[in-house]
């Protein structure tokens, strides 16, 4: 064994539990094995194993200098550097508490995050995030990431004050019989760019899609409540506009019912959603509709008629694996039944209604739990490779979705919470609402962009209706999207914008030269930007908490 690894293991054979300390234990053994910064490892059981907690661990000597970074468990999920000394505090214990018992439970209440199924860290010093994380010092970093999520979920913690740092794997689930491997893992270091450029070729998943678009959607100014009247307007007023608008999205509140795709709401949409597919083409826009596919709500007539297609809990009931809608649950993507459901709903939006573009979000729901023997982190990875099959060659903006599972698999993905009219911090969980997380994951996940996928940060705001902002808050949001986003929307009906409006329009619009030398917290709370556009040294401060721009 290399001695610059030691284990922290916790497993079951039977009802017995035993703990582990190294590669050779009574009930399995451990091939460990490292070549080129690439650690591989595979557990021989000696017969029915499961594990509790799986913890590798590595001596790593942090300094007062680093910034550390973590990865958030999915799309919303806050993701951002750290100081040594400081503390992970987005989630509060009274809200923890919540969300595991009684009623916040029973609703799925944070199913959409890790909170459920691993602890959070309650002192400074201690930071976790899944699949990957650095330790910056200056523009060089280390990179410490999964090759991998189809044996597990692979989580990374930083402990400063050990000096160590944790690889774990959540394996919740799986009971091994035979040789299997558990692990594949990178080191990598080096300037920024060029590191994560050397990791996603060690990860072997090249980017779909590399261009930048600039488009409509309608959730931010009428959430579920469009019509086809009021997707004609909006359509309309960008027609007769100069600014160019490469695609236009049907959000949530076509359909009946989440659940039923095909089944469109007649008294919002009359004519159907081929025709409003056509008008866009005739726009000169893709066409952009949003589905959740693995969700179901316990009203929808996919849920009355096929319950047994939907995942459940331990005693064979339903499982509720969000709170949206009242509470909704997801298709077990094993289930013939559900595979091929979900293959005629893409068939028919993609081939017989004609859109070119699927939003597809709350993707989380498919591995709330293990299942069948496998853990989330392979559920995971099998629904997002079955999704893009059912897609085939038409474009997926991912939302909702565990960041590494997705690699490659979308065109475009969120990397941040939702945006919304008021600056302020809902404060609930994690993958709440929130601009003080949009504008922080936008600017510290933008090393996905380009290499896992073409980055969405989410919409941004001009218009003055339905607005809590001021419009510099609103330009603050326009700037960071133009600087760090490839996918750039508004949910604005553009024929109310004035000269100033539209100016601002073009100006985040445009395409443009831009290269960013440093991001990074200032001091807390404050972020600072210096970036050179079209051969131009730039420069911003703002404080992520209130959107004040300095």
Not at 18 to 32: G, M, Q
Not at 258 to 285: E, R
Request: hydrophobic content about 35%; charged content about 25%.
């Amino acid at each position: 064994m290399n001695n610059k690894y030691s284990f922290d293991i916790v497993y079951k054979v039977g009802n017995k539990k035993y703990s582990c300390t190294s590669t050779e234990c009574d009930h399995f053994s451990l091939v460990l094995s490292e070549k080129d910064n690439v650690l591989s490892l595979s557990i021989l059981p000696k017969g029915a194993v499961s594990f509790e907690k799986f913890n590798i661990i590595t001596p790593y000597a942090f300094n007062n200098n680093n910034k550390i970074f973590v990865n958030g468990y999915q799309s919303w999920t806050d993701s951002m550097e750290y100081e040594p000394s400081w503390k992970m505090t987005e989630l509060s214990r009274s809200m923890e508490f919540y969300i595991k018992h009684s009623f916040g439970k029973s609703m799925g209440l944070a199913k959409s995050g890790d909170s459920t199924f691993w602890s959070f860290p309650r002192k400074s010093g201690v930071f976790y995030g899944w699949s990957y994380g650095y330790v910056r010092t200056e523009n060089n970093i280390d990179i410490f990431g999964s090759l991998t999520e189809k044996y597990g979920y692979t989580v990374v913690t930083f402990d400063c004050n050990t000096n160590n740092i944790i690889i774990s794997k959540e394996l919740e689930g799986v009971t091994y019989t035979k040789e299997s491997k558990l692990l594949e893992f990178a080191f990598v270091s080096g300037e920024y760019d060029t590191a994560f450029d050397e990791y996603f070729k060690l990860i072997g998943i090249p980017c779909r899609e590399t261009k930048r678009r600039c488009g409509y959607t309608t959730w931010y100014n009428y959430y579920g409540n469009i019509t086809e009247a009021i997707v004609n307007n909006d359509l309309g007023s960008i027609v007769n506009q100069d600014t160019k608008f490469d695609c236009f999205q049907i959000d949530d509140g076509y359909q009946q019912a989440i659940g039923d795709w095909l089944i469109t709401d007649k008294k919002k949409f009359p004519n159907g959603m081929k025709v409003i597919a056509d008008n866009i083409h005739k726009s000169g826009m893709i066409a952009g509709l949003w589905l959740a596919p693995f969700a179901g709500v316990p009203h929808s007539e996919l849920f009355k008629n096929h319950p047994d297609w939907f995942i459940k809990d331990k005693k064979g009931r339903p499982y509720k694996t969000g709170h949206n809608w009242g509470g909704f649950y997801s298709l077990d993507i094993y289930n013939e039944g559900a595979r091929e459901y979900i293959k005629h709903c893409f068939d028919v939006v993609l081939n017989e209604w004609g859109y070119d573009l699927v939003k597809l979000d709350f993707l989380y729901g498919a591995c709330v739990l293990p299942m069948h023997n496998k853990s989330r982190g392979e559920i995971m990875t099998d629904a997002m490779d079955f999704i893009r099959e059912c897609v085939g060659d038409k474009m997926i903006l991912g939302c909702g979705v565990p960041m590494f599972p997705a690699f490659g698999k979308v065109d475009y993905c969120r990397i941040g919470a939702d945006i919304t009219e008021n600056w302020v911090n809902k404060n609930t969980i994690r993958e709440d609402c929130s601009n003080p997380h949009a504008t922080s994951n936008s600017i510290f996940r933008r090393h996905l962009d380009g290499r896992a996928w073409m980055n969405d940060p989410d919409v941004f705001f001009l218009r003055e209706e339905n607005m809590k902002m001021t419009f510099d808050q609103r330009l603050l949001i326009a700037k960071i999207n133009s600087i760090f986003g490839s996918l750039l929307f508004i949910s604005d009906d553009i024929k109310n914008y004035n000269n100033k409006q539209k100016q601002a329009l073009i100006d985040t619009f445009a395409n443009k030269d831009i290269n960013v030398k440093k991001a990074e917290f200032s001091k807390k709370d404050i972020i600072k930007v210096d970036y050179i556009e079209d051969g131009q040294e730039k420069s911003f401060s703002f404080n992520i908490r209130n959107g004040e721009q300095y």
